[in-house]
């Protein structure tokens, strides 16, 4: 069967188009770039941004891995065959969540959109990923001191990996029809346990600080809109969302743990070796 990948080179499509590989799946994997791809895999040049730049890459698909909050999602569904699965990477947040949050009100309208499709479907509603922990890298760069904001709130960050695996499994098991899969990883750890675990699988001495609260906001405000810091103090300062509690989901759809950080920094720690 052939399936559409979307962000097939994000975190989670690339690990959901090399999960589908793993199965002996063929993929129609979207990115806006001409790339090389590995064998059972057709690129396609698309912009998740064009309202129709998606739909001659949706007709003849089985199912579609899909992201939420793009304006290409409507064109894709109207163009997937009938018979096709949509898998949509939504949020933690939408379960008992607020339209009135930004970021959880984008991933309800996609879940809408998606259930009104009259395609099948299955929502992956993750905690925040571990490959977050990326976004550290300037950090790294300047030196051994690591200031994060919500020092205080434990989250069970989960892999990536798990997350391209159940997709996997999602698009090719009917079973998974009509499941919406809230999703943790194994175990919540505070920013400071974070920075620790990584510090050991880097090899380096690194030393949390505490990020006050207004720094973090000016920060978060250069890198997006008010909104959705808006949305993240809400869910991680007012704890509207809980991302502490640790879900039995990974281990029931795949049958096994999911992925530790400590194991993700040390299976990832060449992707932070830039400096
Ligand atoms: N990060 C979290 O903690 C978290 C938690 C819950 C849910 N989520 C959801 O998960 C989603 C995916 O996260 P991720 O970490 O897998 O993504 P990611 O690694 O940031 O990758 C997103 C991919 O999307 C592609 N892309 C971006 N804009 C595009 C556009 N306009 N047109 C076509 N492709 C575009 C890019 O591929 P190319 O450069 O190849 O085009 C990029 O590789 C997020 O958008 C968010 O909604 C994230």
Do not use: C
């Given at each position: 069967m052939t399936f559409l990948v979307t962000a097939a080179t994000g975190n989670v499509g690339n690990a959901t188009l090399q999960s589908l590989l793993a199965i002996g799946q063929t993929v129609r994997a979207v990115s806006r770039h001409t790339r090389e791809w590995p064998a059972g895999v057709e690129g396609v040049v698309g912009d998740l941004n064009d309202p129709d730049g998606l739909r001659d890459a949706a007709r003849g698909v089985d199912g579609a891995f899909l992201l939420s909050g793009y304006p290409s999602e409507a064109g894709v569904l109207e163009a997937l065959p009938d018979d096709a699965h949509a898998v949509l990477l939504s949020s933690g947040s939408v379960p008992g969540g607020s339209p009135e949050n930004a970021v959880t009100a984008y991933h309800l309208?996609?879940?809408?959109?998606?259930?009104?499709?009259?395609?099948?479907?299955?929502?992956?509603?993750?905690?925040?990923?571990?490959?977050?922990?990326?976004?550290?890298?300037?950090?790294?760069?300047?030196?051994?001191?690591?200031?994060?904001?919500?020092?205080?709130?434990?989250?069970?960050?989960?892999?990536?990996?798990?997350?391209?695996?159940?997709?996997?499994?999602?698009?090719?098991?009917?079973?998974?029809?009509?499941?919406?899969?809230?999703?943790?990883?194994?175990?919540?750890?505070l920013p400071e346990t974070q920075i620790a675990i990584l510090s050991a699988a880097l090899g380096r001495p690194l030393h949390f600080e505490a990020q006050p609260d207004d720094e973090a906001r000016a920060q978060m405000e250069r890198a997006m809109p008010a909104a959705y810091v808006d949305a993240f103090f809400a869910f991680f300062s007012e704890h509207t969302l809980d991302e502490t509690t640790v879900w039995p989901t990974v281990h029931e759809v795949l049958g096994r743990r999911p992925g530790t950080f400590a194991a993700w920094t040390r299976a990832n720690a060449h992707r932070f070796l830039s400096a």
């Open positions: 309208e996609s879940e809408a959109a998606v259930k009104a499709s009259g395609h099948s479907w299955t929502m992956l509603q993750p905690n925040s990923f571990m490959a977050n922990a990326l976004r550290w890298q300037p950090q790294l760069d300047a030196g051994d001191t690591i200031r994060l904001p919500f020092a205080d709130v434990p989250i069970a960050l989960i892999d990536p990996s798990d997350l391209g695996e159940l997709a996997a499994r999602a698009l090719t098991d009917r079973r998974h029809a009509g499941a919406s899969y809230r999703l943790s990883g194994p175990e919540a750890l």
